[in-house]
């Protein structure tokens, strides 16, 4: 006996595949999960922004209760001592909230730029190196066009030791602060999130934004901290740590504000070795900026960059070399 199919009745409803035996309806993500969490966490975004809101804090915090706790008065000019005691408590409060978001995230402080088995090696002297060879030739340049003068010595005896260590102590603390603040953390953080060179170029915009505070300073001289700070960028990438960074920091700033002794972002530091001057257009010398707003300055980073990526043609820094060997963003790459 043949069998004859018959259709449904006209209404009966039809089956979803949520009504089907063993298909389950995906359940869209709860919205927490999507503004805040992500694949590994914390989006970078909010764990950057927690880190700039700890870190001010911790700045207001330090600049309130230092020039108390050092008996200063206001309006009373603090000894030399005392801006290597602020340095120090700015590094700290750079540092403190990165370690305590690195227990969240299961990583190191040294994952940051800073690892401390390449603590003060190869790569931190080639950048000292670098910093006072750049602002040799930067100097040098400018004498030959006839704009600046080195001057006889305005230190003598031990005053010379003296200085010369303690002004490259500072400069050494001063070259770990802002290069943790601006290139470590924030940097590998935001790398996360939107990419290296994207978060480089933010965080070098703000560094030279930063600078426009400084006493005496223009928009040259912040402009081409900025470009500086993009350069040190392109170290850190190559190199995968920050020791170069640091190292031309520290020793850029030390040769300008004591060696040469010459304005840094418009401050004449004290108990500075010789008695240099300027002499001719501001385009030339910088002014009151000094060297930093030179207009030879931007001639001096590019020739660096340029160098510089000849020397060190490879990414090595994790985040950036991850992207690069991940092999679907290399296929997307070659579309």
Same mark, same amino acid.
């Given at each position: 006996m043949n069998e004859t199919q018959q259709d449904p009745p006209e209404d &009966? +409803?039809?089956?979803?595949?949520?009504?089907?035996?063993?298909?389950?309806?995906?359940?869209?993500?709860?919205?927490?999960?999507?503004?805040?969490?992500? +694949?590994?966490g914390l989006r970078a975004g909010w764990r950057f922004a927690? #880190?700039? %809101? &700890?870190?001010?804090?911790l700045l207001l915090l330090i600049s309130a209760v230092t020039p108390r706790l050092m008996h200063l008065q206001r309006?009373?000019?603090?000894?030399l001592w005392f801006f290597l005691v602020r340095e120090v408590g700015l590094l700290i409060a750079a540092?403190? +909230?990165? =370690? %305590?978001?690195s227990r969240y995230e299961n990583r190191k402080l040294g994952d940051y730029g800073l690892p401390s088995r390449s603590a003060f090696s190869r790569n931190f002297w080639h950048g000292v190196i670098w910093g006072i060879c750049a602002i040799t030739v930067l100097l040098a340049v400018m004498r030959g066009l006839g704009g600046f003068f080195f001057g006889?010595?305005?230190?003598? @005896?031990?005053? %010379?030791?003296e200085f010369a260590v303690f002004w490259a102590v500072l400069f050494l603390i001063v070259g770990f602060f802002e290069e943790f603040l601006?290139?470590? #953390?924030?940097? #590998?953080?935001l790398a996360q999130g939107i990419g290296f060179w994207p978060a480089a170029g933010l965080l070098s915009f703000l560094f030279?934004?930063?600078h426009m505070s400084n006493p005496g300073e223009a928009w040259a001289g912040a402009f081409a901290a900025a470009l %500086?700070?993009?350069? =040190?960028?392109?170290?850190?990438?190559?190199?995968?740590?920050? =020791?170069?960074?640091? @190292?031309?920091?520290a020793s850029w700033d030390w040769g300008e504000s004591f060696l040469y002794s010459v304005p840094d972002s418009g401050q004449v530091a004290p108990g500075h070795l010789l008695s240099s001057s300027f002499h001719g257009p501001r385009w030339l010398t910088g002014g009151s900026v000094g060297p930093e707003g030179s207009a030879l300055v931007f001639v001096l980073i590019a020739l660096m960059w340029v160098l510089f990526d000849r020397l060190h043609p490879r990414s090595v820094y994790p985040i950036s070399r991850a992207r690069e060997d991940d092999p679907r963003i290399r296929a997307t790459s070659q579309l």
């Open positions: &009966s +409803p039809d089956l979803t595949e949520s009504q089907v035996p063993g298909i389950t309806e995906p359940q869209p993500a709860a919205p927490s999960h999507s503004i805040f969490i992500g +694949p590994d927690a #880190y700039v %809101i &700890s870190v001010i804090c309006h009373q000019t603090p000894p540092v403190a +909230p990165a =370690w %305590i978001l006889g010595l305005a230190l003598h @005896g031990d005053r %010379i030791i601006m290139r470590g #953390y924030s940097q #590998y953080t030279g934004a930063i %500086i700070g993009l350069f =040190w960028c392109l170290t850190l990438q190559r190199t995968g740590t920050l =020791w170069f960074a640091v @190292g031309m920091h």
